[in-house]
């Protein structure tokens, strides 16, 4: 089930693809880790628990109808207020894992947290609320905090400002490292594009100055990507959702094309 793109595959960031590589990506970035992290850290993977409102229509509290006169004489049409129907829809307990880098040294404190940013966390509403106020709770504290966004749609929301990442040029996708030191305004980013691939020595910070250690995070796609079968999954026929610049929507046809070719 070999990837087809060099660096994330957009059409994984269609909305209703993306919860299980969201969730798949998080159990292997933390199983891929974890031998690294020996003998004094440990890859946990948690859980940030919020309730999102539901999407269904509620009945209005009053139905207003309109009566035509039962003559034909032209009676106006008057207003006629019923009785509501009160209708209460429990809110959907939405639960969305991360990983968290614990230290057995010092009782399993948390010394790093990585997110992978999904669509509830950048869109306004509950989800985007509940993961900025984790975000204040570990820029206050002594934890550093790795934000991995690759979904291109949706506004901003790591921990870096927007224009200070913006400055620095074009992306589609954005890291953002934030260490836990006295000078919590710097911030380590990494910007690719659609067409560019993955970092694949990602820096991961831990405690008491032990030297950080590299995540492949393109070697996590792939697993996800695998285990997913999601070169199945994926309808590569149709324009990508999100949709693509023309140019590379273009360049992702090739690809496509090119894969279909070299498939047995």
């Known amino acids: 089930m070999t990837m087809i793109f060099p660096g994330m595959d957009p059409y994984l960031e269609h909305p209703a693809v993306w919860p299980g590589v969201h969730t798949r990506m998080i159990v292997y970035l933390a199983e891929l880790l974890q031998p690294r992290l020996q003998p004094r850290y440990i890859a946990a993977v948690e ?13 209005p509290d009053v139905f207003i ?42 009782g399993q404190s948390i010394v790093t947290v990585i997110e992978l940013v999904s669509p509830t966390n950048k869109y306004a509403g509950p989800g985007r609320d509940s993961y900025q106020a984790k975000q204040r709770e570990v820029l206050a504290s002594e934890t550093h905090l790795v934000e991995i966004d690759l979904l291109r749609a949706g506004p901003h929301v790591v921990a870096i400002p927007e224009w200070a990442a913006r400055e620095r040029g074009h992306y589609d996708y954005l890291i953002c490292i934030n260490r836990a030191s006295e000078l919590r305004n710097e911030y380590e980013i990494y910007r690719r594009g659609v067409r560019d691939a993955l970092p694949r020595k990602l820096r991961i910070p831990l405690a008491d100055g032990d030297p950080d250690v590299s995540l492949d995070l393109r070697a996590v796609l792939e697993k996800t990507y695998e285990a997913g079968l999601y070169r199945n999954q994926l309808d590569y026929n149709q324009p990508c959702v999100p949709p693509l610049s023309p140019s590379d929507q273009a360049w992702a046809d090739e690809l496509i094309r090119a894969a279909a070719l070299s498939s047995p």
């Open 47 to 59: 859980e940030r628990v919020f309730v999102e409102e539901t999407n269904r229509d509620t009945v």
């Open 65 to 106: 109808k309109r009566r035509r006169a039962a003559s034909r004489e032209g009676v106006v049409a008057v207003a006629e207020t019923d009785e509501p129907e009160f209708v209460r829809v429990a809110g959907l307990e939405i639960h969305e894992p991360y990983v968290a880098i614990l230290d057995r040294r010092t």
